[in-house]
């Protein structure tokens, strides 16, 4: 559980560097300790200055027959260092190891969550970063496209009040964490044509209680998956458990959802079709056109 909510929850952008050595040239060694970054490189055509990824990365699928160096809470600095980077893009939030990497005279970047309007100016810093600007700003600009294309499709219709769930004991309605209204799947709920239930709060998770989500009366459930998916029978069994709570608007109108994905989590390049999943769960007969 620990490790799923570290990878969903702590990721997004705002850039920072600390800059050890000047580069005359984009960085041809890059490790990436953020998934969401490992996606970015990719995306924007970087992927081979990529040499070293998280523990949690797992797409695009060249990232995952790289060199795993650890993860947030774990980076494997001798690991790293053998690697021989030119560059480190690390959490913000890892001062350690960025203090590590720089008395090693390795030039690092870091990153901290935001908004979805961070996840685009993380793209365009990230071209420039790596000598790949025209491609990145082409990527930027297609999920900007793609954003506003959902917005459209869904204008006009019953926003729908939502709890997207995150995390939650299996088989139970324990220790549940839902999307609180700070953050980026706040927006992404927004864009997809609902309300999120927890908009009023200032996190970007929330640990609610059966009590919680009762007083919330949430007209659609939406159950989010990034890891190991589940066989249509325990995706089932999973949706079974909401009928321990009859009362909830949405359990009443059969409008409990289950989806899987590391896309739903990880705000990087696919963000905009997690976003239409989101949409088309909600509304579905807004893409029947």
């Not at 980076?75 to 890892?94: F, G, K, N, R």
């Not at 990034?226 to 709570?245: C, M």
């Not at 705000?267 to 579905?284: K, S």
């Amino acid at each position: 559980m620990r490790s799923y909510r570290c990878a969903s929850l702590a990721l997004l952008f705002v850039i920072s560097s600390t800059t050890v050595t000047s580069q005359s040239s984009p960085p041809q060694r890059i490790i990436s300790l953020i998934p969401a970054v490992t996606e970015i490189l990719f995306a924007i055509g970087a992927g081979s200055q990529v040499i070293g990824v998280s523990n949690y990365d797992v797409y695009p699928p060249a990232a995952t027959q790289l060199p795993r160096v650890g993860g947030l809470v774990d980076p494997a600095v001798e690991t790293i260092l053998s690697l021989q980077p030119d560059l480190v893009i690390a959490y913000e939030t890892q001062f350690t190891l960025i203090k590590q990497l720089a008395n090693a005279g390795i030039n690092v970047s870091s990153y901290t969550h935001g908004t979805l309007d961070h996840i685009l100016a993380g793209i365009r810093s990230l071209g420039v970063q790596t000598g790949h600007a025209t491609r990145a700003e082409q990527v930027a600009r297609q999920i900007e496209s793609d954003l506003q294309g959902i917005r459209a499709r869904v204008a006009g219709r019953n926003r729908p009040r939502t709890l997207l769930v995150f995390a939650k004991e299996p088989l139970s309605i324990r220790n549940l964490f839902a999307n609180g209204g700070k953050g980026f799947h706040n927006e992404m709920l927004e864009i997809a044509g609902s309300k999120n239930v927890f908009a009023d709060t200032t996190r970007p998770s929330v640990q609610a209680s059966t009590e919680t989500i009762l007083a919330r009366a949430p007209e659609v459930i939406i159950e989010v998956r990034a890891g190991n998916a589940l066989k249509p029978t325990d995706i089932r069994r999973e949706l079974a458990v909401w009928n321990l709570l009859p009362s909830l608007p949405a359990v009443q109108a059969g409008r409990v959802y289950f989806l899987q994905g590391a896309d739903l989590v990880v705000p990087g390049p696919r963000i905009a079709i997690a976003t239409e999943r989101l949409a088309r769960a909600l509304h579905p007969d807004a893409f029947k056109q």
